[in-house]
């Protein structure tokens, strides 16, 4: 006696998006998708909270009735897992008591109903997972509890007529498998089998077992597919020929309006219902409104037939031949990461490593440089940071880079070190990171792990340039000696302008006794001691002793630089001295010395020309003169007649002063 | 932010805190709200009945609460192998005031003599009641009334009575109801997990079925009322639902009545009796059966 | 110590020899013969000291001819090169530069020049070590022998004279430049910047003689030398234009 075709629902209403758009097999992507698409679970960012009620529009004093909350989580980048309690997916159906019952007293006997079937839907879990970057597979579980009470009547002994209520209860999880496949062209695709497995955890007895919900299953294909940015369409069709088609178009960045058809008996398109909906995103809050219309209203109206009721055969107990119109409201809050990614870095290359001498250079020169690609469809302004723990009290930041879409630009960052990087003894790894964040985002958008070589204190490059971080003549210990020497030597009758020299011999005679040359103590030309660790030791290698030196003329305020020799035959012998300003200006030069070749008379900032002396502190144990006569025959070799300044093999650097 | 987050939950809960009502399911083909269960009250209640006058039972709960009954049942037994049918003309005048207890609760009455009483010009047999009390030992507390004969249809009947004592001569015509003969019965047995399905031939608006458990032996069969049905006659029959075929107590009864009565009845007053005297008149189809569970 | 050093030298020398490249090699200069005061200073010393005929003069030597006395050098033993007296020659100005090098030595001044400090890069802090109890003392002019160097100052003028004449037209122009930066006031009559646009003219740096006519201040020279100025600037103009 099949009077109706069968009646099959694979429907979901647990999300008012996917009302809105009807066809939401290849789209859902909230905590939604344990009903649509357990695939769709991947495409959540970190936390998600989901909230959903309706109401039955077409019944009477229909309130809203919270239809279910669920938590959403994706970890370890690939995995996402979800977990709902909907306590307003019910499906009720009482068959009220139809024969009356009167007492002794000819007063009517009131019974409640005859039966009471209900059906729910109150957990889900579900779990995904994304094995390509565009392939994703999940599956999800439903856990159906069925329930009968059936009122029975009976006679006592008394000839009374009496009524008692028998429950009976059944459950089940039903298991759906699904897959979701995005080309980056705009296409979206969804499979899902719809209750591959079914679990039984509790049965009906005999009596009732034709109240069991059935939970066919099906099999469901969706396709999307973007136009552009703005408009989405897409349709679904199932094993059990039904066939949704919708839409939804983004009005503005943050307001989308949808609408879907529902049609059963394909290829026939026999319209069962239309829908209509509103999406608002307001970070992290994704507020979602549909309604949903159905055209045939017998049965829909809290009031259907008991054959109908015996027809129906369910794939789930949201959409049903029952179901009234109805009102949708969800609600989802993303928490953590919830902006759109608008900016990838792509590689960070570390330019250099760190040379704790210097560090206060990669403020201004860059550390690195990252690739950043706008893997948005709009051009962004991005911004680099750069943080390493530990050595920097805060990440350094770029200036905004502008970066068109799906372009790459490489953009140099900078660091800031704090001092606390000196602790570093010797070579050593650390994590640094590298972020970008594109406007007009607040949030970072990618982030990128690096390693930051770090050298330590003493490392040095064999760059002169570097070699000038090493001397500190502010160190307390350097003007303690100074001091110390400059005491002892009692100067004030000498000379004005000779003063400089004679401080800069004295010290370099007093370092001299002080102060033993050896060769580098790790035979290597990497090393180089702060100058207050030569005098402690007292022992240090040629650049050591010409750093020390420098340091302790910087510290009286006498300006020096640093003359670094790379013959060009043999660089691997390349070599560094020193040379002085002695502060006398040239005409006075031969209070010096008459031989020009034992100075160097240079312009100073003020157009000023002075005699600078060069000294070669390797010769230390001889004393000044002989440093001094070594100097200028390196410089008048390598300078003069062989024009190595010229030619770019000889290089001097000016060490700063504030004299 | 949270402050609004907060809010919008808040009202989302709040929103949602109604819950739908269930789908009312109705069954179009469901005799049952054509069915009012009526109850038929406890043995003891039903005096009259016991007397084993009354086969159809329809003496119970509902007509109790008269104190003078003038009954006259055209009557129609259908048992497998038979088909026998009667007319049983029975009343009485129960003395509400003398109520005869015991331990504080009433026994019974006594009932007054009204002299010669006639039905359709047919003389009454006349039959005193007797009582042990304990104080006067075997006691006379009154009189009944009672005919049986053959099955006659009469468009009216005609009570008539000669009066005694205190009650005055009376003269009582009342139509008779329309008759009813049931068409379609199962001859031997029903079951109780299928609906039993009846027709009937009867034009009255109110059809009662008085399902009754037959107890004791051969010699001293006794009818127990148990189950009464007054159905709305609209269809000339009844689809009795399975939820009410499982009230009959199969285990306790081997054997069932199912009595279809039509009935037609009215109050009236008589001179020199202090209350209201029922006045009923029905055609009676009764049907036994095995009922099986 | 000194002979280490130039061990290292010779060292040095010996592997530019072998790979032939970037140190300039320098001819062998021999004392033919000395008449009087002539004393050779050697390298970065100070002192002057005695030598006699067949010595030979290094590279960073410099030769002294005293009052009233001469010698004569050879090049290599092929060009000889009297010195007349009054005369002080390094003898590393005894060669030929090209003109990218003189270009390159004269343009030394501003490549060697102390850097303006970019005080944005400056990662130093201040340093303001003061040294306590100490007085700056007058500038003084009483330097022990500063009369003594003017002489020698002068010599070593001559000796470029000589240079000119021997055709070390490049090495002529930058040492009286150097000579006049540390005695500016030598030249009071501008004839040694007469000499130096000269050397550069015949060095073929037309511009940079032109400039070094054009900077010579015209209030002390003779008419002689006034009109001779003129023509030379006149013809160095229209080199220059070429």
Known sequence: MILFPNILFTQYLSSSRGVGVAAFTALSSDVSSVDWNPAGLTNIREWELNFSNFKSTSIAKSGFTFQSFGIGKKFFEKHAAAIRYSPGSNLEFVVPAAFSVYDTAGNIIITKFDKRISFKKNYSVGYAYNILDELSFGFSARLFDSKVSDTKYFIDTNNVIQSQVSDYSASSWAVDFGAQYKINDGWYFGLVFKNLFKINEEDFTETMRNYQLNLTKSVCFGVAYSFSDRIITSFDIDTKNKLRLGTEISAFDLFKIRGGFYTTDFPKFSLEAASIGFGINYNPVQLSLSYLRFFEQTNRLGVSNIDILNMSRYADIDYTPFTPDRLSLSVSVNLGRTKDILARIEFVEMLSEVFPASYQTYAFRPIGKARVRNVSTKPIEAKVSFFVDDFMNEPTETKPFRINPDETVEVPFLAVFNSSINRVKKFSIYDGTVYVHAEPAADYDDRYQTRVLVRGKNDWNGDVLLLRYFITPNDPDIIKFSRKVLDKAKLENENGLLLKFEHATTLFNELSKHVQYINDPKQTADFVQYPAETISLRSGDCDDLTVCYAALLGGVGISSALVDVIPPDDPTNSHIYLMFDTGIEAPDANLISENSKRFVIRKNEKGIQTVWLPVETTVLSKGFTEAWNTGASYYFHDVIINNGIGKGWVRIVDLPTSF | ?293 | MLTTQHVKKNIILIVALIFGFTINIFPEIKLLSVKGDVKVRRGVNEQWQLIKAGDILNYDDAIFIGNKSAGTVSINGQKKIALPEKTIVEISDLRFLSKEELLLKLAMDRIIAVPQQDRRNELMPAQTTIIHGEKKSEKSAAVPNAFGTVENALKMLNGAKLLFDNKFYGTCALRVREVLRIHPTIDTGAEYKLLTANSLEKAELYDEALNEYVSIPLENISAKQKQTLQQNIERLKNKSGD
Not at chain 2, 43 to 64: H, M, R
Not at chain 2, 142 to 154: A, C, D, H, I, K
Not at chain 2, 202 to 213: A, L, W
């Open chain 2, 1 to 293: 932010m949270n402050n609004k987050l907060f809010l919008l939950l808040t009202i989302a809960f709040v929103l949602g805190c109604q819950k739908p009502g269930p789908v009312e399911i109705i069954d179009d083909k469901d005799d049952s709200k054509l069915i009012d269960i009526k109850s038929t009250g406890s043995v003891s209640d039903t005096l009259y009945a016991v007397s084993g006058g009354d086969t159809s039972g329809n003496f119970g709960a509902q007509n109790s609460r008269y104190f003078a009954k003038l009954i006259h049942q055209s009557i129609r037994f259908d048992r497998l192998l038979r088909r026998d049918s009667l007319i049983n003309s029975e009343a009485i005048f129960f003395d509400k005031d003398n109520s005869i207890k015991h331990n504080n609760r009433v026994i019974t009455f006594p009932s007054f003599d009204v002299g010669t009483l006639k039905i359709n010009g047919e003389v009454l047999n006349k039959f005193p009641r007797r009582m042990m009390l304990p104080m006067q030992g075997d006691t006379l507390i009154g009189y009944r009334y009672q005919l049986r004969r053959n099955y006659e249809l009469t468009a009216t009947n005609r009570w008539t009575s000669t009066g005694s004592g205190s009650i005055d001569a009376f003269d009582i015509s009342i139509p008779s109801p329309p008759t009813i003969r049931v068409l379609n019965m199962p001859p031997r047995f029903i079951n109780v997990s299928e609906p039993l399905n009846i027709k009937w031939d009867c034009t009255n608006p109110i059809v009662n079925i008085f399902i009754s458990g037959e107890a004791g032996d051969l010699f001293a069969r006794r009818l127990v009322p148990l189950i009464h049905l007054q159905i709305r006659n609209i269809k000339g029959g009844v689809t009795v639902p399975v939820k009410i075929l499982e009230l009959i107590p199969v285990k306790r009864f081997s054997r069932f009545v199912f009595s279809f009565v039509s009935e037609s009845s009215e109050t009236v007053r008589i001179s020199g009796y202090p209350e209201e005297v029922l006045v009923h008149s029905s055609s009676v189809h009764s049907i036994f059966l095995s009922v099986q569970p």
